[in-house]
C-alpha cells in the first residue's frame, strides 16, 4: 500500500502530518486510517482553488459585497478613472427578489465606487435587464450592451455622452485584473 501513497508519504509514519487535506474531500478514505495531511502551507494549488472559490448569484448582496471586498484588495493599483460619472442603474428582470435592482457607479472621488442605492442628482439613470447587465458588467461584453441598446433594451435619463465616455474610455491591466476576479466569483 506504502507504494501507492504520493512521494512524500512513501515511508512516513501513521500519524505525521503532511500536506495533502487541502486536495481531498475525506483524508480518511483517501489515505487509509492513521494517515493524514495538514492543509498545505504555499500557495493553494489551482484546480483546489477553482472548486473551493465562492460563487454567488449577480448583484446579490452578497456578490456586491465579494466584488467590493475584490475592488478594495486591488485598490490604488489602477490609474483614476478617465471620467468623473455619477450614474444610477436600475436592473429589471432580476430573477431573485420581488423587485428591480438598484444599484450606483460613481467616479467622483477619483475611484471607481460602485454599491447597491441610489446617488442623489446622478448625471444619468439607465435602465437595463438583468441578463444584459450582467453580460456588460461581469462578462465584459460591450457588444451585449451595444445590441441591446439599439433593440431598445436600454434606456439612458439624462447625459448620455457620460455613458458614451464611460464606454471608450481607456482600459488598463489593473482593472482587468479586478474583472477577472469578479467573473470567477460570479455564478452562472
Not at 107 to 135: C, F, I, Q
Request: proline letters at 7%; aromatic letters at 6%.
Amino acid at each position: 500500500m506504502r507504494s501507492k501513497l504520493p512521494a512524500d508519504l512513501i515511508g512516513a509514519e501513521p500519524g505525521t502530518a503532511h500536506g495533502y487535506c487541502a486536495l481531498v474531500d475525506n483524508c480518511s478514505t483517501a489515505l487509509g486510517d492513521g494517515w493524514f495531511r495538514a492543509p498545505p502551507t504555499g500557495p493553494t494549488p489551482p484546480n483546489r482553488m477553482d472548486s473551493a472559490m465562492s460563487k454567488y448569484q449577480f448583484l446579490t448582496p452578497e456578490w456586491v459585497a465579494a466584488a467590493k471586498a475584490i475592488r478594495d484588495e486591488h485598490e490604488g493599483e489602477a490609474p483614476a478613472p478617465a471620467h468623473v460619472v455619477r450614474m444610477n442603474q436600475i436592473i429589471t428582470e432580476v430573477p431573485f427578489g420581488d423587485s428591480d435592482v438598484k444599484a450606483y457607479m460613481d467616479t467622483s472621488s477619483g475611484a471607481m465606487e460602485m454599491d447597491l442605492g441610489e446617488l442623489e442628482n446622478p448625471d444619468l439613470t439607465v435602465t437595463v435587464d438583468y441578463a444584459t447587465a450582467k453580460a456588460i458588467m461581469v462578462d465584459g461584453n460591450p457588444q451585449a450592451g451595444m445590441q441591446a441598446f439599439m433593440a431598445g433594451k436600454i434606456k439612458v435619463q439624462g447625459d448620455m455622452t457620460k455613458m458614451m465616455a464611460l464606454a471608450n474610455g481607456p482600459g488598463d491591466a489593473a482593472a482587468q485584473v479586478v474583472a477577472d476576479k469578479i467573473k470567477e466569483i460570479t455564478a452562472d
